[in-house]
């Protein structure tokens, strides 16, 4: 059973490496290496594996589910421009998959323990682009 | 190559464990158990897995497929209370995770023959909180 | 200048007029009659209309717009049963239409002041059905 | 009879009136006002009123109006930093209301002839928060 | 009061004036003029003024609602070949402007009574494109 | 990692196999088999996996993605009469399943190379039905 707890936020980002130059950051990002920054509303989607308790129903508490989002994601990230303001951005390239790394590693210590575990974190950049990982295998 | 159509429907439930106290259930569910009764548009997505045919080009007829739907889940469940009229949420609470379960039940004697598998159903309770339920493993 | 923010409560109502009897309001309501309810995901968006403050930038204060929609419709219809929990519902009819306007009515003081009108309320039954109420004229 | 086609572009913005200091923009704008910038996924609908051409059967060129949007909004907006390096918003805070009127001015002449005229520009900061500009009256 | 319902149909149409020539037809209608046709999932929203009856708080039945749309637009027109099978549309150019006008034709006299007046028809070609009609005024 | 981006195609279709006869193509697919065709807004979620580059910070270029689909699917298969002009549509039903799977062979050559490889197409015909083809196993 997977259960799939969805939340928005909004940031801005610049996508260029900091050990490439401009040019060569140009070449791979095209306008999103604009050194200004652009902006999404991100859509995370995070999918919790474990039985439905069989006293309560549930996979997992909604309402906790709730606050590990707000506190390791929500609260960090909204309104934020992602270099410059949230770890580890100041050096790796906040693109769409290394942004969902980085919500899988604050979303799994805070969600795993004997009945559920973190199985994928969705993010959408904008409707018509999305990463799923699932962690290391 | 799966195939998979929606549906919706409108019910309501209490989230309330009948061998709970009042107080341990409004611990648990919160807001959502309170005994009147709240609803929901619930979406209903039915993935079922197979080849297609080889003469049809289907894996499976998409008019069956809609009256098994219709038949099965949204004629019994639309415009009810699941609590009080719909089995077996009179002794079992209506979580999204137990209605999924009791969803893919209902479904699997109906969908699956020799060339279909029932392989997922997924339940929305809202457009942010969603359960994928693909049976025991 | 029109600024519109929308919300979302999940209830349940029954569609049937106490002054009628059950097969009357079954007739006119069909299944929504059904004496122990039903529930819906409503999605409420409320339109105030002004000219943009021209120091703020901003028709009317988002934040306090959204306390407005909170404390007078999401808070206390959020898993409600209308026509047991919320007035005038015991007596009214909670169709679509008489919800907007009693949505109309719980707002209007709340927003209305020298800069700003109300101007719309928009609610949504399902994603297929929805009402406009803008008030008498 | 009016046209509408809607568009997206992914922007930043800090909303603080340079006039003001950093306490009282923070007091108005909250963590919008984050000097940093966060961003959106802009969605905007112009809306064109006309008569349907007797022979041609439409109010606009469609490939025309998509030419227009992208020339006078999406190219000059999408993957900008609004307050550094879009006019007037140097200047102007870039709050929903006061981009909408900027769109606005930078369509109308390029719309407006015989037959058409600008009717509204509808701009989505995100799914839950719109606003309409219809111009001046 | 304006009451909104939504439904969906699938067609297949081809943008050419009969009365202009190939050349003239690609010109203005682009791929659009591909004889061969090409289709869409409209989606009509039909929108009803009225009061709301004292009685059973509604503006129009939802059902009968849905009856005249189904008779008088989805069954003539879903799965068909507008330019081919469904009238006027042999010698009126298809485009979503003359569509949604010949829909509010046919919807006009069977919504329009004592206490209801059809209000608009909105339709959408795509999710990124539709029109209003609200009749000659 | 995977990464997902979509894509959208306006086309027409007959749903009926060239070697059956009519009556048994309209027994099998209902108004699909209507020989005129009928049309849809088609959806296309294009799956790529693979790990992020360690440089880059992507699973795949995102323009080159974007190319590959319009030039692969969208350019050919856009405005078209699928049975009639896009092969081998005029031998093969194209049903929604076997619509999936050329999308599959003709995207896969274009996409797989050392570090990614293509994992799912999914394809809408409307917002309630849509298929998943992850190749031969």
């Known amino acids: 059973m997977l259960l799939t707890r969805k939340a928005e936020f909004s940031a ?5 490496n900091p050990a ?12 999103a290496s604009n050194p200004n920054g652009h902006g999404h509303n991100y ?4 999918t919790v594996e474990g039985d439905a308790d069989p006293v309560t ?10 606050e590990i989002l707000n506190r390791e ?3 960090p990230m909204d309104h ?10 100041d050096r790796v390239v906040p693109t769409t ?26 993010l959408y950049e904008t409707a018509d682009l999305f990463v799923d990982y699932g962690g290391e295998r």
């Open 80 to 89: 934020r421009f992602l270099n410059r303001e949230v770890a580890p951005f």
């Open 20 to 31: 490439l130059d401009d040019a060569e950051n140009r070449r791979i990002y095209g306008a």
């Open 97 to 122: 998959e290394n942004l969902a790394m980085e919500i899988w590693r604050r979303l799994r210590p805070a969600i795993e323990r004997d009945h559920a575990r973190l199985k994928n974190v969705r």
């Open 43 to 46: 859509v995370v989607e995070v």
């Open 12 to 16: 801005s980002h610049v996508c260029a």
């Open 57 to 66: 129903g549930m996979v997992f508490d909604l309402r906790e589910l709730k």
């Open 73 to 75: 994601v929500i609260e």
